[in-house]
């Protein structure tokens, strides 16, 4: 695996269940069920103030996004998800 692959997975495993943390959300027990879908936020939060010097800033926040809310998807789903299917260029 490349430098960036080990840190897109490192970045996902760090922020994943942050989705548990956000007091704004009013159904506590769908955002449980649901948290890798709630994860989004906080890595925006975290690219935006801290990782602004990046070139390629917004394909990794893309990436640990993805993997983020892979925790919670069925294989099923995530080879059927258009973003996964994406060739390289």
Known sequence: ???????????????????????????????????????????????EKYMQMLVERRRLEKCIIFVSEAHGRSIEELYNDNDFRKMKQ
């Open 1 to 47: 695996m490349s430098d960036v692959e080990i840190f897109c997975f490192i970045m996902a495993a760090f922020f994943h269940d942050m989705g548990m943390t956000l007091v704004d959300v009013e159904d506590k027990d769908n955002q449980r069920t649901n948290h890798h879908l709630y994860a989004y936020r906080p890595i925006k939060h975290f690219f």
